[in-house]
Nanobody, 114 residues
Framework: QVRLVESGGGLVQPGGSLRLSCVAS????????MGWYRQAPGISRELVAS???????WYANSMKGRITISRDNTRKTVYLQMNSLKPEDTAVYYC????????WGQGTQVTVSP
């Protein structure tokens, strides 16, 4: 069964940085259109970044300029580099396919607090 495992979250002060990782067990991972999502308490899950199999990227306005999504197809991994973090970025971060999403993983908690 295909699984997605997120990691790299933690507690960071405002202005800090984190690098999230998402490892996929899919054998056909390389061409897959992937995204990073986040869900804060009481708020619907939202897409914050995406990357196509060819490397084209998209970012939500709320985080544009502060995040970079990338992928390493040989490692079946998608990354999310987050800089200049703000308290409002506090959420659980998930990765998934943009089309035909897989069952959601547990995500990785990001907490931005002094």
């Amino acid at each position: 069964q295909v699984r997605l495992v997120e990691s790299g979250g933690g507690l960071v002060q405002p202005g800090g940085s984190l690098r999230l990782s998402c490892v996929a067990s899919a054998s056909d991972f390389s061409p897959v259109f992937m995204g990073w999502y986040r869900q804060a308490p009481g708020i619907s899950r939202e897409l914050v970044a995406s990357i196509t199999g060819g490397g084209a990227t998209w970012y939500a306005n709320s985080m544009k300029g502060r995040i970079t999504i990338s992928r390493d197809n040989t490692r079946k991994t998608v990354y999310l580099q987050m800089n200049s973090l703000k308290p409002e970025d506090t959420a659980v971060y998930y990765c998934n396919r943009i089309y035909s999403p897989l069952p959601w993983g547990q995500g990785t908690q990001v907490t931005v607090s002094p």
